[in-house]
T-cell receptor
Framework: LAKTTQPISMDSYEGQEVNITCSHN???????ITWYQQFPSQGPRFIIQ???TKVTNEVASLFIPADRKSSTLSLPRVSLSDTAVYYC?????????????FGTGTRLQVFP | DTEVTQTPKHLVMGMTNKKSLKCEQH?????MYWYKQKAKKPPELMFV???????INESVPSRFSPECPNSSLLNLHLHALQPEDSALYLC??????????????FGSGTRLTVV
């Protein structure tokens, strides 16, 4: 089972870069790493996905080392609206049936 | 259309009531999911449908009954619920359930209160 471990919470200030690390020691060869953002009383929102090395999009970067046992979500210059829970997900399942299991997530609080 | 639409947004029901939650997507996704989320906890997977067939039931009590009438719709029928079933119920869809196919699209959820 590819469980994930993240810090429970993080604090930051507006304009700073935030790095959230996720540990996934048992990641399978074919698994991708996906990060979601969730605001209160809303469904999680896809942020970024990667398999190895580095992926960047308009909102975040994802760094994955060669052994793929961890990954780091990087949010550049956060704002108050980035206050949310961030989940790191790695797929698991038997055969072709996939089920994404959410870990505890990291609650990010951004202060002015 | 890149959304998953859930109705109703809020639902209050008694323990003897029967109600249904609805989920709809028009992205051509062939996998749909139900998750349950309690306050300050991560979403917990309940059911997975792949090509309109139930592929995973995470040992969910029978008072929750999923249904997938077609590739765009997913229902969750509720009967004889308990107060501890009060939660945010989230529907999601993805292109398919293949391991390399990530990127779930979630709906905004139905906030269910059982009284």
């Amino acid at each position: 089972l590819a469980k994930t471990t993240q810090p429970i919470s993080m604090d930051s200030y507006e304009g700073q870069e935030v790095n959230i690390t996720c540990s996934h020691n048992n990641i399978a060869t074919n698994d991708y790493i996906t990060w979601y953002q969730q605001f209160p009383s809303q469904g999680p929102r896809f942020i970024i996905q990667g398999y190895k090395t580095k992926v960047t999009n308009e909102v975040a970067s994802l760094f994955i080392p060669a052994d793929r046992k961890s990954s780091t979500l990087s949010l550049p210059r956060v704002s108050l609206s980035d206050t949310a829970v961030y989940y790191c997900l790695v797929g698991e399942g038997a055969g072709n049936t996939d089920k994404l299991i959410f870990g505890t997530g990291t609650r990010l609080q951004v202060f002015p | 259309d890149t959304e998953v639409t859930q109705t109703p947004k809020h639902l209050v029901m008694g323990m003897t009531n029967k109600k249904s939650l609805k989920c709809e997507q028009h992205m051509g996704h062939r996998a749909m999911y139900w998750y349950k989320q309690k306050a300050k906890k991560p979403p917990e997977l309940m059911f997975v449908y792949s090509y309109e067939k139930l592929s995973i039931n995470e040992s969910v009590p029978s008072r929750f009954s999923p249904e997938c009438p077609n590739s765009s719709l997913l229902n969750l029928h509720l009967h004889a619920l308990q107060p501890e079933d009060s939660a945010l119920y989230l529907c999601a869809s993805s292109q398919d359930t293949h391991r390399a196919s990530r990127g779930y699209t979630f709906g905004s959820g139905t906030r269910l209160t059982v009284v």
